[in-house]
């Protein structure tokens, strides 16, 4: 989706965002970046959902929300 700034508000596709919507893309957007990170200093297989949460001060359930699992947040960094 292409994000863009209005006079008052982000707009996605010409229909200006809710909070709640501006909220999640930015919280989903720093867990992919934290998860990123981890996943090279550490490995995939060696990087627990659960340090990925934390470190991105987020509970797992909000993780799983966004990503449905860490095979999803896996494919949406691959995907960047």
Do not use: M, W
């Given at each position: ?11 996605r ?29 550490r490995g ?9 949460a934390?470190?991105?001060g ?23």
């Amino acid at each position: 989706a292409l994000y863009t700034r209005g006079a008052n508000a982000i707009v996605r596709g010409g229909r200006p965002l809710n909070l709640v919507e501006v909220d999640a893309h930015g919280t989903a957007a720093e867990i992919a970046r934290i998860a990123a990170r981890l996943f090279a200093e550490r490995g995939y297989d060696a990087t627990p959902v659960r340090a990925i949460a934390e470190q991105a001060g987020v509970t797992c359930p909000t993780l799983y929300y966004h990503f449905g699992s860490k095979e999803g947040l896996g494919e949406a960094i691959v995907a960047r």
